[in-house]
């Protein structure tokens, strides 16, 4: 069974993941996630088991690493002149 995605299947899981990053913080912090367009398939803190879960679901899938923490900057550019 083919299990890269499409680019078609992988803008789907980019759209998934985007939608929820938030719910993706407050319940996976610091693991790895297999997830595809339907959901998360696998996650641990151990990216090997994460990939191995992932291949033996046969789907196409996507990890990614769901950070500790997030941060935004603000920067206020002044002209001195």
Request: without cysteine; hydrophobic residues 40%; glycine residues 2%.
């Amino acid at each position: 069974m083919k299990t890269t995605p499409s680019k078609r299947e992988t803008d789907e899981m980019f759209k998934w993941l985007n939608r929820n990053r938030q719910m993706l913080l407050d319940l996976y912090k610091n693991q790895y996630i297999a997830y595809n367009a339907n959901g998360i398939i696998a996650h641990s803190e151990n990216l090997r088991e994460v990939f191995a879960l992932g291949n033996a679901s046969k789907q196409p899938f996507l990890i990614y690493l769901v950070p500790r923490r997030t941060a935004s900057i603000e920067i206020n550019f002044t002209n001195s002149l």
